[in-house]
């Protein structure tokens, strides 16, 4: 490490002053080559009038690089990068989605009563998804939210919900050379091959295609369509159900719902950028990659932390059979360029998510269950075929169980883990606490904006954990 570059990168940190952070020595900037400047330090020092400010917000610290839980989330990561290409309607009876699951359940802290987030015993059925509470909206249905795969209109503008995906096979980052140079913030030398047909979400290749570009809140502005084309109910405390005179527009409608979105994503990535920059600094899972490979083969000169890394993962089959395919440990990579130029923890995708969700959650009764509503839409709870171009319906025993509420909590994750656990730049308690810092997000937003409304309500919210929690005005701002 070049103690010169780290003392000027901790100054800028401690002092918050912008010409700090313009001093701050990055390797080789002005070199046509370099594309290593950081991702937004400075967002780590804004904050906002309107709901709570970014070091008002609260998250457990991140989980050490020593660790059993880093380790589980580490074999985890390679066994999404072996199974990216696997369709999700095809892995109850995919081998090496067997073999991960296998490999998860021998897991120390899987198997652990510290364990609140990894769905345990792990099955086909159940890997990669989220958990915020046992059986919660995030392990019924298809892997795929109902919001990213029913079709909508944008205005006039027909929406089908098919993307641009990456062509399969495509991994990068397991060439030590090419690794060290990303790392040190050259352009990479690969670059992604687009498939030309179009598809929907149907594999975790698919979700990373997605989350590389995508505008971050996108995801939950296309849901709000959705709700909106169904005829979702609103929340049963908005105070227009029993008007016979007027309807909500620019306050509790339309307008609002759709308004309401991309405004709480610029607060939920200033409290993301806080915790990122200030208070946790956690490396990616490519590094923690590195330390494997360090690890495993005694490189010189060796890592301090190579030595601290924990059992499992060494001893784990997944980066075992990582190996077997790739010719090294370290840990494959969905984007050519790895993770973008901040800390991990937590996930910019997951706080935006959990901010956009729960102004969803504000607006609509996520406790309606949704597929009465897409049937009268003349749809059904559908699912991706194996090659993505066409959706079937789903016929599990738990189809009508589904509820908005569920959906929307599936919809924080299929993004975050796109992001995530199918690209591999970000590790599953990333995204799992930035879910819940984004929800922190937008109630404490939602409290101060309801003063501002004119209309008395009480609107109540089921949060990620399945409790519930109020907003309430009494009328006249």
Avoid at 4 to 21: N, V, Y
Avoid at 245 to 272: C, N, Y
Avoid at 440 to 459: C, I, K, S, T, W
Wanted: glycine share 10%.
């Amino acid at each position: 490490m070049n103690q010169t570059s780290w003392a000027s990168f901790i100054k800028a940190l401690t002092s918050g002053a912008f010409s700090d952070s313009q001093n701050i020595i990055v390797g080789s900037p002005g070199s046509p080559n370099f594309t290593g400047t950081l991702n937004g330090p400075m967002a780590a020092f804004a904050f906002d009038l309107e709901g709570l400010d970014s070091h008002a917000t609260a998250i457990p610290p991140a989980p050490s690089i020593s660790s059993a839980q880093a380790a589980a989330e580490g074999v985890e990561h390679y066994w999404g990068a072996l199974i990216r290409d696997v369709p999700f309607i095809q892995c109850d009876t995919d081998s090496t989605v067997a073999q991960a699951c296998a490999d998860m359940n021998n897991l120390s802290f899987v198997k652990s009563a510290a364990n609140n987030s990894i769905p345990y015993p792990v099955t086909p059925a159940n890997l990669f998804r989220g958990q915020v509470y046992a059986g919660d909206g995030n392990i019924q249905g298809p892997y795929v939210s109902q919001l990213m795969l029913q079709p909508t209109f944008f205005g006039a503008q027909a929406m089908r919900q098919l993307l641009q995906d990456f062509l399969p096979g495509q991994d990068f980052l397991t060439d030590p050379a090419e690794y060290l140079r990303v790392q040190n913030g050259q352009v990479p030398a690969a670059s992604l091959a687009f498939d030309p047909t179009f598809r929907y979400l149907h594999r975790g290749r698919s979700l990373a295609a997605y989350t590389h570009v995508d505008a971050l809140h996108q995801a939950y502005f296309t849901a709000a369509l959705v709700l909106l084309s169904i005829g979702a109910p609103l929340n049963p405390g908005n105070p227009y159900i029993s008007s016979k005179s007027q309807h909500g527009f620019g306050t509790l409608g339309g307008p609002d719902v759709l308004g309401t979105i991309p405004e709480m994503a610029t607060r939920a990535l200033k409290a993301a950028w806080f915790h990122k920059w200030i208070v946790n600094l956690r490396p990616r899972p490519e590094e923690y990659g590195g330390l494997v490979l360090a690890n495993l083969t005694n490189l010189q000169p060796f890592p301090q932390a190579a030595v601290t890394i924990h059992p499992d993962i060494v001893n784990s089959a997944g980066v075992t059979t990582s190996y077997s395919k790739f010719g090294s440990y370290l840990l494959p990579q969905a984007f050519p360029e790895g993770a973008p130029a901040h800390p991990c923890y937590p996930a910019g995708h997951g706080t935006v998510g959990g901010a956009c969700i729960a102004a969803l959650k504000f607006f609509f009764d996520g406790n309606q269950p949704i597929r009465p509503l897409l049937l009268a839409a003349g749809s059904d709870v559908m699912q991706p075929n194996a090659d993505g171009t066409q959706l079937a319906p789903y016929t599990g025993a738990d189809r009508d169980n589904l509820t908005i509420n569920g959906e929307l909590s599936k919809l924080g994750y299929n993004v975050t883990f796109g992001h995530g656990i199918h690209a591999g730049i970000h590790f599953r308690s990333s995204s799992h606490y930035a879910l819940l810092l984004g929800e922190q997000v937008g109630m404490g937003v939602l409290r101060d904006r309801a003063r501002g409304y004119n209309e008395p309500f009480y609107v109540t919210i089921t949060k990620f954990d399945g409790t519930t929690a109020a907003i309430r005005n009494p009328g006249k701002p």
